[in-house]
């Protein structure tokens, strides 16, 4: 991700006298996109792919910049019929790109692609839009819906009833009474990617139901190598968190960050866990205002810091987040520790890493 806002500035430094735009938020993170929009950046669309910015008003000498979740093959095709260059500032994260490619690949060996994602989020309208050019393609949000496409695959259900069940989230043409014969599964980078595979071993189990453990390989590819090593890294350390005793967690990252989300939602698993997007949130060791992810609304909570020392804080963040937005927010918690040792004497320990 950093590597994409590094190529957001330098598209700013090597185009002083153009308009440059992005197509959305480089990524799900308030304080990268105010900084971004703060040197003179300008959103085409919103998170949700409406237009602030109409397509009519772009000219041929304008810098576009795609973002890391890339981006649809509608509009890359509408930038280059406006004669604007779309390559020189593609940003789109390359295990983005391994999921289209994947995609592409299940579509010519005659897979039907299911996509695990978000079917708003822009990441999964880029991918479906990118697999729907080769392959009939389906949104699946989570598990539930997962079943609810399995009762078309046991052939509970009549494929009538999956037009209006699936609405919005399949390709044109979309038979459910051919194309869930054979299937891979590919993902929204930033799911939970122990949901997604959850999810791929169910359809699994129903292709073996149905067609037999011999003959499975002919119905479900094994596409476990598209997912993403950062986000999937990410939690990994999340798990391993969860083993330690803490009185609280911090998790830092933007509010609209899907990745970030699923983090707190594993840390909520075990600790009161306050969801924040800067240290600007953390107002005192009574008061910190933070993010209720599911009713999607700022909160207020006192006295978050418990009246003991030593306090453990777990302290962690999306894979979006930049390491500077971590350290200021822990430089902030430590304010309130006035005899806790010093960072740099703490880091000298581990070797000044």
Same mark, same amino acid.
């Given at each position: 991700?950093?590597?994409?806002?590094?190529?957001?500035?330098?598209?700013?430094?090597?185009?002083?006298?153009k308009r440059?735009?992005?197509? @959305?938020?480089? !990524?799900h993170n308030?304080?990268?996109?105010?900084?971004?929009?703060?040197?003179?950046?300008?959103?085409?669309?919103?998170?949700? #792919?409406?237009?602030? !910015?109409?397509?009519?008003?772009?000219?041929?000498?304008?810098?576009?910049?795609?973002?890391?979740?890339g981006t649809?093959?509608?509009?890359?095709? +509408?930038? +280059? %019929?406006?004669?604007?260059?779309?390559?020189?500032?593609? *940003?789109?994260?390359?295990?983005?790109?391994?999921?289209?490619?994947?995609?592409? =690949?299940?579509?010519?060996?005659?897979?039907?692609?299911?996509? /695990? #994602?978000?079917?708003?989020?822009?990441?999964?309208?880029?991918?479906?839009? /990118? @697999?729907?050019?080769? &392959?009939?393609?389906?949104?699946?949000?989570?598990?539930?819906?997962?079943? &609810?496409?399995?009762?078309?695959? +046991?052939?509970?259900?009549?494929?009538?009833?999956?037009?209006?069940?699936?609405?919005?989230?399949?390709?044109?043409?979309?038979?459910?009474?051919?194309?869930?014969?054979?299937?891979?599964?590919?993902?929204?980078?930033?799911?939970?990617?122990?949901?997604?595979?959850?999810?791929?071993?169910?359809?699994?189990?129903?292709?073996?139901?149905?067609?037999?453990? %011999?003959?499975?390989?002919?119905?479900?590819?094994?596409?476990? %190598?598209?997912?993403?090593?950062?986000?999937?890294?990410?939690?990994?350390?999340?798990?391993?968190?969860?083993?330690?005793?803490?009185?609280?967690?911090?998790?830092?990252?933007?509010?609209? @960050?899907?990745?970030?989300? /699923? !983090?707190?939602?594993?840390?909520?698993?075990?600790?009161?866990?306050?969801?924040?997007?800067?240290?600007?949130? !953390? =107002?005192?060791?009574?008061?910190?205002?933070?993010?209720?992810?599911?009713?999607?609304?700022?909160?207020?909570?006192? %006295?978050?810091?418990?009246?003991?020392?030593?306090?453990?804080?777990?302290? *962690?963040?999306?894979? @979006?987040?930049?390491?500077?937005?971590?350290?200021?927010?822990?430089?902030?918690?430590?304010?309130?520790?006035? #005899?806790?040792?010093?960072?740099?004497?703490? +880091?000298?320990?581990?070797?000044? =890493?």
């Open positions: 991700m950093e590597n994409a806002i590094e190529i957001s500035y330098r598209a700013l430094e090597e185009n002083p006298h440059v735009f992005l197509l @959305s938020q480089m !990524i308030q304080e990268v996109n105010n900084d971004l929009q703060s040197r003179g950046i300008e959103f085409i669309m919103d998170t949700d #792919g409406n237009q602030l !910015i109409p397509w009519d008003a772009l000219r041929p000498e304008d810098v576009v910049i795609i973002p890391a979740f649809t093959v509608e509009i890359e095709h +509408l930038l +280059l %019929d406006k004669g604007i260059e779309v390559q020189k500032y593609n *940003t789109t994260c390359p295990f983005v790109e391994k999921v289209w490619n994947r995609s592409e =690949k299940l579509g010519k060996d005659s897979y039907t692609v299911i996509i /695990h #994602g978000k079917p708003r989020h822009e990441e999964t309208r880029a991918t479906f839009s /990118h @697999s729907a050019q080769n &392959a009939p393609s389906v949104i699946v949000r989570d598990m539930e819906e997962a079943r &609810a496409l399995g009762e078309y695959m +046991l052939g509970h259900k009549q494929p009538a009833e999956f037009l209006e069940e699936f609405k919005g989230k399949h390709s044109v043409g979309f038979n459910p009474a051919t194309d869930l014969r054979r299937i891979g599964v590919v993902n929204q980078t930033t799911m939970l990617a122990t949901e997604t595979q959850a999810i791929a071993d169910y359809f699994r189990s129903i292709m073996i139901d149905v067609y037999g453990v %011999d003959t499975v390989r002919e119905h479900f590819a094994d596409t476990r %190598d598209t997912l993403c090593y950062a986000t999937n890294d990410n939690q990994d350390a999340t798990y391993q968190l969860l083993e330690t005793d803490a009185d609280l967690a911090i998790v830092v990252g933007g509010y609209n @960050s899907s990745n970030t989300s /699923h !983090i707190v939602e594993l840390c909520e698993r075990k600790f009161n866990t306050y969801f924040i997007n800067s240290e600007q949130e !953390i =107002k005192s060791p009574r008061e910190i205002h933070h993010y209720h992810y599911l009713a999607k609304e700022k909160v207020v909570t006192t %006295d978050f810091l418990p009246d003991k020392n030593p306090v453990k804080i777990v302290l *962690t963040s999306g894979a @979006s987040c930049p390491d500077t937005l971590v350290d200021r927010v822990m430089l902030r918690v430590l304010e309130f520790f006035p #005899g806790a040792r010093p960072v740099e004497a703490v +880091l000298q320990g581990f070797g000044g =890493k």
